[in-house]
């Protein structure tokens, strides 16, 4: 599975220019850069996060750490990491691991990291373990004008 049916017609909605860029098989986002030999700042890392009022996908670089109290005070919600089982529950059509940053597209709320805007592109997961989705970062931004901006991650 290349790209996930569901980032598939959302690339296609938002009508965004990319590529795919296909890789060995890889287990974490450090080994997924290294690999592709791609800077870990310019790849996009997807966190499933939850409470009580539901899911929201937290997108930041994989070189950095998600910072929860800044989360916590953005969102003025007490979120933590969802389990296994949600990750495998929401994103159905997606190996586990490998959660792309569109999750509006998968019906929950978005926050993205605003040190992602600063990079000349952008590279994130397609749903696999094997294949990379690389864009230009004003088409990135574009593809996540729905997400909230901020600053949490390290």
Known sequence: ?????????????????????????????????????????????????????????AVLPSTHHL????????????????????IRQVFKDCELGAIPPVCTAYGMKTLMDESLSTQPDIYFEAGDHETLIHMRTEQFMRLMEHAEKGHFSK
């Open 1 to 57: 599975m290349p790209i996930s049916p569901t980032v598939h017609t959302c690339l296609s909605d938002a009508g965004v220019e990319y590529e795919l860029v296909r890789h060995p098989h890889s287990h974490s986002s450090t080994e997924t850069a290294q690999i592709a030999a791609i800077p870990g700042d310019r790849l996009a890392k997807t966190i499933l996060l939850e409470d009580e009022h539901g899911y929201i996908g």
């Open 67 to 86: 910072r929860l109290p800044k989360l916590w005070d953005q969102t003025g919600r007490r979120l933590s990491f969802a389990d296994e089982s949600d």
